[in-house]
Each structure stands twice: as structure tokens, then as C-alpha cells.
């Protein structure tokens, strides 16, 4: 009897998710049906243009997410001692080599509050040969206003500055590749 049970669960919980990432979908063409860029609203949903933010590098450059509008974008908010994130950094960076000369950008936004010492981070960054933008949130504005309650947490911004996906959790490169497909 319990067995029935939890397989019945199972599946009523696969249904749902089913069925709720249809709605999603059909919720996101409906909100953004007939609209340009410039009606979006700013946030952090699915279909709110991105907020922008400045931040600086690892060799004290300001990175900011509006330079790279016109190409689309995965912000991946992550911290060096997160092993989900430490996970997904081979993906990530893997996807980026491959997909960088087509309109396509990694800002990874370090916890650096968080770390230990700005040389975790670097070692960190070297360990993994990582090459995609990385820029420091030392203040913690960004994880704030980006609502990154658990790591690692990534944004799906499209060409045009619109966000279309949120991923909490390590990303797999496929699920990367499959994201650029879907937008412009």
C-alpha cells in the first residue's frame, strides 16, 4: 500500500511540473506578446528587463551588464566555497569557449563578501581557467537586488536586456545550449 502511494505521489509531482513549465512558458508568450524592449518593465522576473549593475573585476576594471546588451547573456550570481558552483564552472566554461564568438556572454558575479580573501577568488578563477567576464560583489547590491537566496542562482537575459529564464542550482551545458536556442 505505502508503495502505491509514494508512486502515485511521483507521479502526480511530475505532472504538475509538467504542467507547470508548459503555463510558464505560455505565461511568458502572453506577457511579452506584441511588446518591444523598451515597454519592459525593470526587475528580476521572467520577462522584466535586467537591472543593470556595475561592478568591478579582479584587476579593478568596472564591468557593467549593459555593455553587453546586444548579446545574450547568463548572469551566474556564485561563490568559490559552493560546490554546485564549483560543479557547474567546467559546463560553464566549456559552453562559453564554444558559443562566445556567437553574441554570447558569461557575467559570473562572485559572493566575494562571502569569501575569504580577493585571492581565493583568483586562485579559484585560475584552478578552473575560467575566461568568461567575472566581476566582484564585494558590497553583496547585486545578490541583493538579484534575490539570490541560494546558490548558484543564474538569469537568461536576451539580446534586447529581457530576462527569460531563472535557474537556481548548477546549470549543465546542455541546458545552457538549450536556453540560447530558445532566444534571440
Do not use: H
Amino acid at each position: 500500500m505505502k508503495k502505491a502511494a509514494v508512486v502515485l505521489m511521483l507521479l502526480v509531482l511530475t505532472g504538475w511540473a509538467i504542467y507547470d513549465t508548459f503555463l510558464q512558458k505560455n505565461n511568458f508568450e502572453k506577457k511579452t506578446e506584441g511588446m518591444d524592449s523598451s515597454q519592459a518593465v525593470e526587475g528580476i522576473e521572467v520577462g522584466n528587463r535586467a537591472p543593470d549593475f556595475a561592478l568591478r573585476t579582479l584587476d579593478g576594471k568596472e564591468g557593467r551588464l549593459s555593455d553587453f546588451r546586444g548579446k545574450k547573456v547568463i548572469v551566474n550570481i556564485w561563490a568559490t566555497w559552493c560546490p554546485p558552483c564549483r560543479a557547474e564552472m567546467p559546463d560553464m566554461q566549456t559552453f562559453y569557449e564554444e558559443y562566445k564568438n556567437q553574441g554570447v556572454e558569461i557575467v559570473a558575479v562572485n559572493l566575494t563578501k562571502s569569501e575569504k580573501n580577493l585571492e581565493q577568488v583568483a586562485r579559484f578563477i585560475e584552478a578552473y581557467g575560467i575566461t568568461f567576464t567575472v566581476v566582484l560583489d564585494e558590497q553583496g547590491e547585486v545578490s541583493q537586488r538579484y534575490q539570490a537566496q541560494a546558490i548558484p542562482t543564474s538569469y537568461v537575459i536576451d539580446s534586447a536586456g529581457i530576462i527569460r529564464n531563472k535557474m537556481i542550482g548548477p546549470m549543465s551545458k546542455d541546458w545552457m545550449v538549450e536556453q540560447m536556442k530558445q532566444i534571440d
